[in-house]
């Protein structure tokens, strides 16, 4: 995370080990972006939110090895899960996002997308949202999301009135 005065932007890098032959390589991308009416851009590694507003989530997990990956189970904590809506995964699965997302085998070649949307509950802070992906023959992979959330300007404080005098510069309230 780099930041400049109230500019905050975050790089994720991705590091790929060569693939072992015969062996599963899982990768996984995680992207946010904000439906709600402070939007400026579309899906990325971090976006900018206000309390309340619909944040939509996509996580990709591919297969690049030369085998399939077996009990593939992808996992993801934030503390807007809770409130997840309009949840989809583009294959067959059990579980559910705040037990985990059993998706079986994941031959070689394949990928899955899990997307979802939530609501900001928080008024000020940053969520960072950590998605993890396993299997019983590769090794374990995370990708990470960031929502920063920043509170309203609190609304111009209006004078109530009161009784002035231009003639000797005084007031009464």
């Known amino acids: 995370t780099v930041t400049r005065g109230s500019l905050t932007r975050v790089c994720n890098v991705s590091v790929s080990q060569p693939t072992t032959p015969g062996q ?28 309340n507003d619909v944040v939509s ?27 997840a809506t309009n949840f989809t995964v583009s294959r067959s699965y059990q579980g ?15 990928s899955v997308t899990i997307r979802y949307n939530a609501r900001v509950s928080i008024d000020q802070g940053e969520i960072r949202n950590v998605a993890s992906v396993s299997a019983g023959n590769a090794s374990s ?6 929502v920063i959330v920043t509170k309203d300007a609190p609304p111009p404080t209006t004078n109530t009135g009161g009784n002035c005098n231009n003639s000797n510069n005084s007031c009464n309230n």
């Open 24 to 51: 599963p390589n899982l990768v996984i991308t995680k992207q946010v972006k904000n439906l709600g009416p402070s939007q400026t851009t579309g899906f990325s590694s971090s976006v900018n939110a206000k309390l």
């Open 141 to 146: 992979r995370q990708a990470i999301a960031i």
């Open 57 to 83: 989530y996509e996580i990709v997990v591919s297969n690049n090895g030369a085998e399939d990956a077996t009990s593939v189970v992808l996992s993801d904590s934030s503390i807007i899960n809770s409130n």
């Open 96 to 110: 559910s996002l705040q037990t985990g997302i059993h998706l079986g085998t994941l031959a070689k070649g394949d």
